[in-house]
């Protein structure tokens, strides 16, 4: 279990600065140019468990590369390079402080909300008569504000966010209409691989240009949850809970443990089998979702092996 990256220290050639994000190191470089590193460290309920996932950097790297390959026809993205299977390098960029979150079925927060009583989530109208998974009549957008670490992200109306100035209704009509492409390119792809694209985030910037571009991830398991095509309208006529691959088994495994990221709750402690286990489901999600076999990086010195890598690309 040690051979995960999570705290390492970089330094790299021409480098700025450095952003700590939950999941993510992002370091600024010359000419505009940012890299980042997907790190092994697990993060739910917006809190980030005290042990690395051994491969899950790689595996959410190496998603999101494909899938913005995949999509870069529908939207600009920031990406330039994957020099190593942890590292992205790609166009600096000024982020909107919100997460775009498109639902197309009523599940994880959303249930957790509708089983509460609410049917309003971030001024979207949920239907009355729903069960937990159903499918929306058509999917609805309902972000979240951008939280620093540690802390929550919050939902948040379109209403609110124009009324506050967060961002431009110029250009929130721009990341509404790209949010609704990308979520149905990936209902597109996950349906190719017997999967059903339940919900996801994207996040976007502007470049220096003012041209709005997708950041970080998409599509992978940290951002983004499947449900299984197969069984999935039997499952759903005899309310069963439904076959997935997400990261929700873990937060499902840390409410069993008396823990939603609430003040006075203590984290649970993973066991090295159980962090074994969380280790096979993101290898099996990467597998199902790109419909390739997984292959494991070199882990014996994760750190000299991105620092080799990123020099070798940097010096060209």
């Known amino acids: 279990m040690s051979n995960t990256i999570t705290n390492n220290q970089f330094t790299f050639p021409g480098q700025k600065k450095v952003y700590h994000g939950k999941v993510r190191e992002v370091y600024t ?116 504000t951008k939280a620093e670490m540690g802390d929550h992200d919050e939902d948040i109306s379109r209403e609110d966010i124009l009324k506050r100035g967060i961002v431009s209704e110029v250009d929130y009509l721009v990341l509404e209409d790209y949010t609704r492409k990308l979520f149905q390119r990936g209902t597109e792809i996950a349906a190719k691989r017997g999967l059903i694209l339940v919900d996801t985030k994207y996040e976007f910037g502007k470049t220096k240009e003012g041209k709005i571009v997708l950041i970080d991830e998409i599509h992978t398991p940290d951002s983004s949850r499947y449900f299984y095509a197969e069984g999935y309208k039997e499952r759903q006529a005899n309310q069963e809970p439904q ?12 409410i069993q443990n008396n ?48 620092e080799e890598n990123v020099a070798a690309y940097i010096s060209i």
């Not at 076959?243 to 840390?254: A, P």
């Not at 962090?275 to 419909?291: A, D, F, H, P």
Request: aromatic share 8%.
């Open 29 to 144: 470089l010359e000419n505009d140019i940012l890299l980042m590193i997907a790190s092994d460290r697990l993060s739910a309920f917006d809190v980030v468990m005290s042990k690395g996932i051994p491969f899950k950097g790689q595996i959410l790297n190496q998603i999101a590369t494909q899938m913005m390959r995949d999509t870069e026809d529908l939207v600009p993205n920031w990406l330039i390079a994957t020099p190593d299977p942890n590292v992205a390098i790609g166009h600096a960029c000024d982020p909107f402080k919100v997460e775009m979150v498109i639902r197309g079925y009523m599940s994880g927060h959303a249930a957790r909300e509708y089983k509460a009583g609410r049917r309003m989530l971030c001024g979207v109208a949920m239907p009355e008569g729903m069960i937990e998974n159903d499918q929306f009549p058509e999917p609805i957008i309902t972000p979240a």
């Open 259 to 306: 823990f939603q990221g609430l003040e006075g709750q203590t984290v649970p402690e993973m066991s090295d089998a159980y962090i074994k286990t969380v280790s096979e489901r993101y290898i099996e999600l990467y597998e199902n979702i790109t419909g390739e076999t997984f292959i494991k990086a070199d882990v014996s010195n994760i750190q000299q092996r991105i």
């Open 243 to 254: 076959k997935q691959l997400s990261k929700e088994f873990v937060r499902q495994w840390l």
